[in-house]
């Protein structure tokens, strides 16, 4: 059990009620514990929490959250919606929030909480849709649109224009996106370096019009919207108020975007990637040379995109032959 420090020489800790923060990684660590020892949980099971809760701790250690007090439900919302936009199975996500409820709820019970914040986590909603797809000419004219909108050096604009354009010419996930510090930028190269799935580092790499968006915020944009350094430390896009840009800032810019466009679907960060995915297949690329664009373990996650092309085949067949 996890027992709340003394107070310290800090004067607000002699204040009534005043105590210091419980430590977040320490009462996940004392839970594992307790369900291999105390609920007989088997070995398999007990690495699975520990697993879930350690995907947590590195997702609120780049919030810079480390205290049990400030485990909120907005928190394990986002970190849910990050692994949900990062394209996590359904029933991974599914576990995930089982894990941290079973956490929350536990914590609760042990006066580590004031409140529990899982009782109302629910899981994002999925899709049995075929993953979403927009024609390469929408595209075009999409980047078009923001592109004109950046010519007038509104950071904003110039930050929007350049993460489509990455999004769309490295096929990234929105979290790899969030996560990209300046230094991880090569534009000699035209590569960018990005922590994947599993803590997976790969390099990939991006086109000219990529390079010159990206190029145009981080020289116009970035030093614009940078108010506090400290608080935004490395990252290379930046939100409103100058700390590093959020995931779901990223899903609601994104959804903006893409709102005008027809087709089923979500209508988030993860349509860029389906769709350079499914261009670089219908351009003739290489199923394994996608698969490593894309950072993907097994071959068996990229064939969903062969299915898109095919289905797409189908409907221009269908279309265009005079006797389809």
């Keep these: 059990m996890i027992e709340e420090a003394t107070p310290t020489s800090d004067p607000g800790s002699a204040l009534p009620g005043r105590r210091r923060p419980v430590p977040l990684a320490a009462t996940v660590a004392a839970f594992v514990e307790e369900l291999g020892a105390a609920r007989g949980l088997s070995a398999q099971t007990t690495r699975a929490y520990r697993a879930d809760l350690d995907g947590l701790l590195r997702f609120g250690a780049r919030r810079g959250i480390g205290a049990m007090d400030a485990l909120t439900l907005e928190l394990l919302r986002d970190w849910l919606w990050e692994g949900s936009e990062g394209g996590l199975a359904r029933s991974t996500i599914a576990r995930r929030a089982s894990s941290v409820r079973t956490f929350t709820r536990w914590a609760s019970e042990a006066g580590l909480l004031p409140t529990d914040p899982g009782v109302r986590l629910r899981m994002p909603k999925g899709s049995s849709h075929l993953p979403r797809v927009v024609p390469a000419d929408h595209v075009r004219e999409m980047l078009d649109v923001l592109a004109d909108r950046a010519a007038g050096d509104d950071p904003r604009a110039l930050r929007d224009h350049a993460i489509v354009e990455l999004l769309y010419a490295s096929a990234l996930r929105v979290s790899e996106l969030v996560g990209i510090d300046v230094a991880d930028l090569d534009r000699g190269r035209l590569t ?18 990529a390079h010159d968006a990206v190029g145009a915020w981080l020289e116009r944009g970035r030093p614009a919207l940078l108010a506090d350094a400290t608080a935004a430390g490395d990252a290379m896009f930046l939100g409103d108020r100058g700390g590093r840009l959020g995931v779901r800032s990223v899903y609601r810019t994104i959804a903006r975007i893409l709102g005008a466009e027809s087709g089923q679907g979500p209508s988030g960060p993860h349509t860029f ?52």
């Design 192 to 209: 960018v370096r990005v922590l994947g799935k599993g803590g997976k580092e790969r390099v990939v790499p991006f086109g000219v019009p």
């Design 273 to 324: 990637r389906h769709t350079a995915a499914t261009h670089l297949l219908d351009g003739g690329a290489d199923l394994r040379a996608v698969q490593e664009l894309l950072g993907h373990a097994s071959l068996g996650t990229t064939q969903i995109y062969t299915h898109v092309s095919s289905a797409r085949l189908r409907e221009v067949y269908r279309t265009a032959h005079p006797r389809a």
